[in-house]
């Protein structure tokens, strides 16, 4: 059943391996879904639980004391409001103005209520060198406190690294003013920002002490803004009286030279002269002048025209409208009518009709002459309007000339009154300004009130033990968990299947359990074939034999990146394991150097594999027989000269392929990779490799560096296997691999 499963598995892995060779973005998507690991997360948590709550316990235990030693303090508040509706019995707002409805003030007031100025006045009010709080002379002498001790030599550590003196006790006595830096301290001022309160809240040892400051603060602060009123009315009186003197003076001064310099020129205050009404009127006769000259102009133009044609100028408007040539008009007409009567019965040469026509002539002719008499009167009544014209020109040209002067007069005249005038209303102004503020001095009251007085408080403010007390333990907790993952991160080390796959990209074959102190792991998997030790290395041989299932391993390099991760005790324990299960194993050791496999099962060193490459002895001559398990080994010497070229020679390719024929599995035991390079030599006649990794112990990075040279040289590496695990952690820490259920499932194995 175990085989199955293991089976199972490995092909899930194969099956994933092959995706991720096809499909690289695969690997990016798990990654990115890993990113948080809740389990993992969770699984530190539990592991590192004792830190965690060491941590803890310390640092509660500390902010505990140090709550436990602060000494109480206790909060009184008394609160003011900013007056926005002033008694103004006079308007004086441009004088001295009261609070305005903006945040700037209320802030401003704020600031002004915690100033100096205000602290200086309270010391005054409260003498501070009287109270033992601020004088620290009066009191008791301190008893000693862990806190204090620690704060006094840290302040004078830092204060020798600054390189200056701590300022010592002034020898001449302290005054009130002296103490207002530690009442500052003390009080503090506050606002909403949706109302014109402001809350001033003192601080103290003694709630009575505390009621006592927040109420001399708000006496002060309002006591202060009388004052200040007081200071601005009479400085405004004093300021206005000083300048009344001289505005009257001006005032008479520029009314004096308004009325001199209209006597000089002959000038009005309304600026209205007899010059400019003429102006006006020639100005409005010129127009109309003009306006009639023009119209005469065009009739005479309209007249000459018709002049040069025959029968229209005594056709024309201007003509044709006479009486005297309606009349002729008339007569023609009749002359007309009749010749058109007689001309039925006479002929023209008839002297009725010559009679006839003889007196039509002689109309015709008048009403030429008439006509011609009218172009002549056009004519001269046009020259009659121009020289009108140009008369009125004349005059007003003379008129404009004698103006100019007098404009000039009138603008110097308007400048001087405008100086009057503003004189005259600054002086009045001055003057109700300086009876107005001459009233107000008298009725000024504070820009704020007194809502509430500071009364002492029944508990103290200071310090929340409850709030500090659960603050510092999420804090201390919070310490712990950040000490318990600093830890984890410098565990650099592999303790899980997942860590070796994820960093390495190797799968792993098995997780093999530690054996206990005085018990050697070789022994233990012959002595103890149902013990947790045999069953692991057993599901590492299926893990092996399934890692390539078309093609299973036979010869199998075991290698490591360090020495002591246990390579030849598994070596040998994998080799014993498939002989104790009936099968055929050799184990060659093929450390040159140190062979440890020849000293871990205590052979016989007269021939080893060495002796095979001289030439002085045959296989059967060199392998020997572990009598325990029925495996075969053969055993290797110290001091060899050239150990790569013997592992690497022809010779060792044909020892492998002769015994590849006659075993199940040949386990080839090499020397740590990142030492030397026999194993990478190794790896090109062996089938695979398994690589074992010291559990907690073997650096990640060191691991690492030892695959990347590996698959570098070409070697083929059938997955790793970590050595030496300690079950009982390892299940305690609940990774949910082959160990964690090694360590839960101990009961199905006789030794633990």
């Not at 190797?506 to 045999?534: C, D, F, H, N």
């Amino acid at each position: 059943m175990n085989d199955v499963v293991q089976l199972a598995e490995k092909s899930t892995d194969a099956t994933s391996r092959k995706l991720q060779r096809l499909f690289p973005s695969v690997r990016g998507i798990e990654a990115e879904r890993e990113g948080i690991d809740l389990r993992e997360t969770l699984s530190v948590l539990w592991r590192r639980k004792g830190i965690i709550l060491g941590c803890a316990a310390v640092t509660m235990g500390l902010a505990t004391t140090y709550i436990h030693q602060l000494t109480p303090l206790y909060s009184a508040q008394a609160s003011l409001m900013l007056d926005q509706q002033k008694l103004q019995l006079i308007d004086i707002k441009s004088v001295l103005s009261g609070a305005q409805d903006s945040s700037a003030v209320v802030a401003t007031q704020v600031e002004v209520l915690t100033s100096p100025a205000i602290a200086v006045k309270v010391a005054a009010m409260l003498h501070p060198e009287t109270i033992p709080e601020f004088n620290s002379a009066l009191g008791p002498p301190p008893g000693f406190s862990p806190i204090a001790w620690l704060r006094e030599k840290m302040s004078a550590l830092f204060a020798s690294q600054a390189n200056f003196q701590i300022p010592q006790a002034p020898s001449a006595p302290l005054t009130s003013a002296d103490f207002a830096p530690a009442l500052m301290g003390h009080v503090s001022a506050s606002n909403d920002g949706t109302s014109y309160i402001i809350k001033v809240r003192a601080t103290s040892e003694s709630p009575e002490l505390a009621a006592q400051i927040a109420n001399a603060y708000v006496d002060a602060y309002l006591t202060d803004q009388l004052e200040a009123k007081f200071d601005a009315t009479r400085r405004a009186s004093a300021w206005l009286n000083d300048h009344l003197t001289e505005l009257r003076e001006k005032v008479l001064s520029s009314e004096h030279a308004v009325q001199i310099f209209k006597a000089q020129n002959n000038l009005s205050t309304s600026g209205t002269t007899v010059t400019s009404q003429q102006l006006s009127e020639l100005n409005s006769q010129l127009i109309i002048v003009a306006a009639d000259r023009a119209q005469k102009e065009s009739a005479v133009r309209e007249l000459q025209n018709l002049v040069k044609l025959p029968g229209a100028l005594e056709s024309a408007r201007g003509v044709a409208g006479t009486p005297l040539i309606q009349t002729l008009r008339g007569q023609e007409a009749e002359l007309l009518r009749r010749q058109a009567e007689l001309s039925t019965r006479y002929k023209p040469e008839h002297p009725t009709m010559v009679n006839l026509k003889a007196q039509t002539d002689d109309i015709h002719r008048k009403i030429l002459q008439e006509a011609n008499n009218e172009v002549r009167s056009a004519v001269d009544e046009l020259t009659a309007a121009r020289a009108k014209e140009a008369s009125l020109r004349t005059t007003l040209n003379s008129l404009t000339h004698s103006t100019a002067e007098q404009d000039k007069a009138q603008v110097q005249l308007a400048e001087l009154v405008r100086e009057a005038q503003a004189n005259k209303a600054l002086y009045e102004d001055f003057l109700n300004r300086f009876k107005q503020t001459s009233v107000q001095q008298d009725i000024q009251q504070a820009d704020a009130r007194l809502v509430a007085t500071a009364t002492p408080p029944g508990g103290p403010s200071y310090p929340n033990t409850s709030l500090y007390t659960s603050v510092a333990l999420a804090l201390s907790v919070f310490f712990g968990v950040f000490v318990a993952f600093f830890l984890e991160l410098l565990d650099n080390g592999f303790r899980t299947s997942d860590q070796l796959e994820k960093t390495l990209g190797l799968s792993t074959l098995g997780m093999v359990p530690a054996i206990g102190i005085g018990r050697k792991a070789q022994e233990v998997v012959v002595a103890e074939p149902v013990s947790l030790y045999s069953e692991a290395i057993r599901s590492v041989r299926t893990a092996l034999r399934y890692s390539d299932v078309d093609n299973p391993p036979k010869i199998v390099l075991v290698t490591s990146s360090l020495p002591s991760e246990g390579k030849t005790v598994f070596a040998t324990s994998l080799a014993r394991s498939v002989a104790r299960s009936g099968g055929r194993s050799l184990l060659i050791d093929c450390d040159l150097r140190r062979p440890g496999v020849t000293k871990l099962l205590g052979a016989a060193t007269h021939l080893g594999l060495t002796d095979l490459f001289d030439g002085t002895a045959t296989i059967d001559s060199i392998i020997q027989i572990d009598e325990a398990s029925g495996m075969h080994f053969i055993p290797a010497k110290s001091g060899t000269a050239n150990p790569q070229d013997l592992l690497g020679s022809q010779h060792m390719r044909l020892l492998l392929e002769q015994v590849r024929s006659r075993y199940d599995l040949v386990v080839l035991d090499s020397p740590p990779i990142l030492v030397v390079s026999d194993g990478l030599i190794l790896s090109h006649s062996a089938d695979t490799t398994m690589y074992i990794v010291r559990w907690e112990k073997t650096p990640r990075h060191v691991v690492a560096g030892a695959i990347k040279m590996m698959r570098a040289n070409g070697g083929h590496l059938a997955g790793a296997v970590l050595s030496r695990v300690n079950t009982r952690r390892h299940s305690a820490y609940g990774y949910g691999d082959s160990a964690y259920y090694y360590g839960r499932g101990s009961g199905y194995y006789k030794q633990a």
